[in-house]
């Protein structure tokens, strides 16, 4: 079809070619990656590393099957990956103040800072 077309250019390195590709996929690329990450600022930035990839692979890329099917797997590993390396980051928890329910304890021990903390 037409994506394999422009897939070839692509592969020659025709910029033209891409930009036609990403202005007739971005919408579907955003919205699959903005399903699944929900309302993320991330969003944006995985739309455009999938159409960084899809650049760099044209030349390798073989239609075994619809392009949009090639193109959406892309994006969910693209996706996938983010999510991975986000659990990565560092959390800290909030601490609670405590409050009536919770008086405070009087054991030496809560002194001490607690070294899985540190």
């Known amino acids: 079809g037409d994506d394999v077309r422009l897939m070839r250019l692509v592969g020659r390195g ?6 036609e ?11 699959t990656v903005a399903r699944m990450l929900g309302s993320n600022s991330d969003v944006e930035d995985i739309a455009q590393q999938v159409f960084i990839r899809v650049w760099k692979s044209a030349r390798r890329y073989v239609p075994r099957a619809k392009f949009t099917t090639w193109l959406l797997k892309i994006t969910r590993n693209l996706v996938f990956n983010e999510m991975r390396r986000s659990k990565r980051r560092p959390h800290v928890p909030l601490q609670s103040e405590p409050g009536a329910e919770d008086p405070p304890l009087k054991d030496e021990m809560n002194l001490a800072p607690d070294a899985s903390l540190l």
């Open 14 to 19: 025709d910029t033209g070619a891409f930009e």
């Open 21 to 31: 590709l990403v202005e007739k996929h971005q919408a579907l690329v955003a919205g």
